[in-house]
């Protein structure tokens, strides 16, 4: 089956800044991506869990969008005036994708 | 009135205080109970939804008069002026940078509605009475103190911004339109629809409330566990102190505007307790420099128990005294 060359661009960050991310990135026009609960995990800040949270404040959600390789620093440029000063990772990794017209 | 001891005693065995104590020793003792967040958020909507509800639906029942303006207005200033004062205590007591002391400062000047919610059944159990529209003062009591902390911020040489976008988020956040709007229901439908829905955010309120403590209890003991490090003797000094600060400067507040003995100590009760709700989803976006595990260990882990378990009884025996119950 013919596969195509994309990449796949994953924002894990904390959940107050979600939609200003996915504004942003809308705007610099990816308007693909999927935004996906995340359970928990550790890092700089501490650790830190989903469960039981009484607010979105100590929350992170991960932002994952495939796009094409002459895109994504447009992207990377648009998502790092969110990302900038906050608690996060932005990893970028290569892929393949079936249907490269999607993307 | 009642001794304050006998008050605390009373209050620390009560299913409230004791479920809440249930969770903290779960989480601190590594159990694997735990409340799935949906549930926990079920569990504040409903809350929320019952304050604000009966809150509105009591304003119905004894009217409304300039009082309800003036409070407003007393609870708004309270909030902004707290962060001050806090500030000021903060950088006297602990090392926090004046990024991190500004963030806590704008925690402590606004409110917990569990607190508040936690202190009306307290109030209820003794049949004190307090005005309804209290509810309506909490969510005032929300926003102003983010703009003193974020003003501290700016002055200690930060990018703090507050654009439009955070102040929509702040001021249309989920509890404050679900607060406001049960409220103006409430105050709509009156006694009549206080009866239709009785059943629902009447009797079962107090098993609500203590599963959401078990909850909160479990949430506190985690942050505990996880943050001792910022946890140095100043700051926990602070985070004990500071809720008897805000309610001393609350009481003169609430004896000029002549409220009830209930009405006072929910007033204390709001200047006393600190957000973990509101502010620090404003301070992650506006202010990212500020360490979360500070402002929210202080908040959740030493000054919500705190007024739970001591502050709420020293606090309406306070009031009993100067609404003379």
Same mark, same amino acid.
């Given at each position: 089956? =013919?596969?195509?060359?994309?990449?796949?661009?994953?924002?894990?960050?904390?959940?107050?800044?979600?939609?200003?991310?996915?504004?942003?990135?809308?705007?610099?026009?990816?308007?693909?991506?999927?935004?996906?609960?995340?359970?928990?995990?550790?890092?700089?800040?501490?650790?830190?869990?989903?469960?039981? =949270?009484?607010? @979105?404040?100590?929350?992170?959600? @991960?932002?994952?969008?495939?796009?094409?390789?002459?895109?994504?620093?447009?992207?990377?440029? @648009?998502?790092?005036?969110?990302?900038?000063?906050?608690?996060?990772?932005?990893?970028?990794?290569?892929? =393949?994708?079936?249907?490269?017209?999607?993307? | 009135? +009642?001794?304050?001891?006998?008050?605390?005693?009373?209050?620390?065995?009560?299913?409230?205080?004791?479920?809440?104590?249930?969770?903290?020793?779960?989480?601190?003792?590594?159990?694997?109970?735990?409340?799935?967040?949906?549930?926990?958020?079920?569990?504040?909507?409903?809350?929320?939804?019952?304050?604000?509800?009966?809150?509105?639906?009591?304003?119905?029942?004894?009217?409304?008069?300039?009082?309800?303006?003036?409070? !407003?207005?007393?609870?708004?200033?309270?909030?902004?002026?707290?962060? /001050?004062?806090?500030?000021?205590?903060?950088?006297?007591?602990?090392?926090?940078?004046?990024?991190?002391?500004?963030?806590?400062?704008?925690?402590?000047?606004?409110?917990?509605?569990?607190?508040?919610?936690?202190?009306?059944?307290?109030?209820?159990?003794?049949?004190?009475?307090?005005?309804?529209?209290?509810?309506?003062?909490?969510?005032?009591?929300?926003?102003?103190?983010?703009?003193? $902390?974020?003003?501290?911020?700016?002055?200690?040489?930060?990018?703090? %911004?507050?654009? %439009?976008?955070?102040?929509? +988020?702040?001021?249309?956040?989920?509890?404050?339109?679900?607060?406001?709007?049960?409220?103006?229901?409430?105050?709509?439908?009156?006694?009549?629809?206080?009866?239709?829905? +009785?059943?629902?955010?009447?009797?079962?309120?107090?098993?609500?409330?203590?599963?959401? &403590? &078990?909850?909160?209890?479990?949430?506190?003991?985690?942050? !505990?566990?996880?943050?001792?490090?910022?946890?140095?003797?100043?700051?926990?000094?602070?985070?004990?102190?500071?809720? !008897?600060?805000?309610?001393?400067?609350?009481?003169?507040?609430?004896?000029?505007?002549?409220?009830?003995?209930?009405?006072?100590?929910?007033?204390?009760? &709001?200047?006393?307790?600190?957000?973990?709700?509101?502010?620090?989803?404003?301070? %992650?976006?506006?202010?990212?420099?500020?360490?979360?595990?500070?402002?929210?260990?202080?908040?959740?882990?030493?000054? /919500?128990?705190?007024?739970? $378990?001591?502050?709420?009884?020293?606090?309406?025996?306070?009031?009993?005294?100067?609404?003379?119950?």
């Amino acid at each position: 089956m =013919q596969m195509h060359v994309a990449k796949r661009v994953e924002i894990i960050i904390e959940a107050p800044l979600e939609r200003r991310l996915l504004d942003t990135i809308s705007e610099a026009g990816v308007t693909g991506f999927t935004v996906l609960p995340v359970l928990g995990g550790s890092g700089r800040s501490g650790r830190w869990s989903r469960e039981g =949270q009484v607010s @979105a404040a100590g929350g992170m959600v @991960a932002v994952v969008c495939i796009v094409r390789p002459e895109r994504v620093d447009k992207l990377l440029e @648009a998502a790092f005036e969110v990302v900038e000063r906050h608690i996060g990772v932005v990893s970028v990794t290569d892929c =393949q994708v079936l249907r490269a017209e999607r993307f | 009135m +009642e001794a304050i001891p006998s008050i605390m005693a009373q209050n620390l065995l009560s299913p409230i205080v004791l479920s809440f104590a249930l969770g903290l020793f779960a989480s601190l003792a590594r159990s694997s109970l735990s409340v799935p967040e949906a549930a926990a958020k079920a569990l504040s909507l409903y809350l929320l939804f019952a304050i604000g509800f009966k809150g509105g639906a009591s304003v119905a029942a004894h009217g409304l008069d300039g009082s309800l303006a003036a409070s !407003l207005v007393a609870g708004v200033a309270l909030s902004f002026v707290i962060p /001050f004062v806090a500030f000021g205590l903060l950088r006297a007591m602990t090392r926090l940078s004046a990024v991190d002391a500004a963030a806590v400062a704008g925690h402590y000047g606004s409110i917990s509605i569990v607190t508040f919610v936690s202190a009306t059944a307290i109030l209820a159990s003794r049949a004190i009475d307090y005005e309804g529209y209290m509810v309506a003062v909490a969510a005032a009591m929300e926003a102003p103190a983010i703009i003193a $902390a974020l003003w501290l911020a700016t002055r200690a040489g930060t990018g703090a %911004r507050m654009d %439009r976008e955070l102040w929509r +988020e702040v001021l249309l956040n989920g509890s404050i339109v679900l607060l406001i709007g049960a409220f103006m229901i409430g105050a709509i439908t009156g006694e009549r629809g206080l009866k239709e829905i +009785e059943s629902f955010i009447v009797s079962p309120f107090k098993g609500v409330l203590c599963l959401f &403590l &078990l909850d909160m209890g479990l949430v506190a003991g985690r942050g !505990l566990r996880q943050a001792r490090s910022v946890l140095s003797p100043g700051a926990f000094a602070f985070a004990v102190l500071m809720p !008897l600060v805000g309610a001393a400067l609350a009481m003169p507040v609430a004896a000029a505007l002549g409220l009830s003995a209930g009405g006072t100590a929910l007033l204390m009760v &709001l200047s006393a307790s600190a957000s973990y709700i509101a502010v620090p989803a404003a301070m %992650r976006v506006a202010l990212p420099e500020a360490n979360p595990s500070i402002y929210l260990t202080l908040s959740l882990g030493v000054t /919500f128990p705190f007024n739970l $378990a001591l502050g709420i009884p020293i606090y309406i025996a306070l009031a009993e005294i100067i609404g003379g119950v």
